[in-house]
Nanobody, 124 residues
């Protein structure tokens, strides 16, 4: 059974850090393009970060550049999103996604598999 499971969300104060995990089962992540998306209340889901299969191309949305880092541990078949210097506007449900034939990593429709999401709340 193909599955992506996110974890690591929670409540954090502004300026704090969280590391989200996305564990895959039923397939090998290192053969896939991986993306992180988020959806804030009342807003459309947006791409946060993604990288190519070889990881030679890594992308971040402008609002998180320098604060978030995407990475992968092939041995654990898990992708991470390290989030530092968190801001209230980072509050959202965060989703990971995987796809074999992704050419436009910012487009949700190109990803075949999605996790259930994990809530991140940044508030004092």
């Amino acid at each position: 059974q193909v599955q992506l499971v996110e974890s690591g969300g929670g409540l954090v104060q502004p300026g704090g850090s969280l590391r989200l995990s996305c564990a895959a089962s039923g397939f090998t992540l290192d053969h896939y393009v991986i993306g992180w998306f988020r959806q804030a209340p009342g807003k459309e889901r947006e791409g946060v970060s993604w990288f190519s299969v070889s990881e030679d191309s890594i992308y971040y949305v402008a609002s998180v550049k320098g604060r978030f880092t995407i990475s992968r541990d092939n041995a654990k078949n898990t992708v991470y999103l390290q989030m530092n210097s968190l801001k209230p506007e980072d509050t959202a449900v965060y989703y990971c996604a995987a796809g074999r034939h992704v050419l436009r990593g910012w487009f949700e429709g190109e990803y075949a598999y999605w996790g259930q999401g994990t809530q991140v709340t940044v508030s004092s």
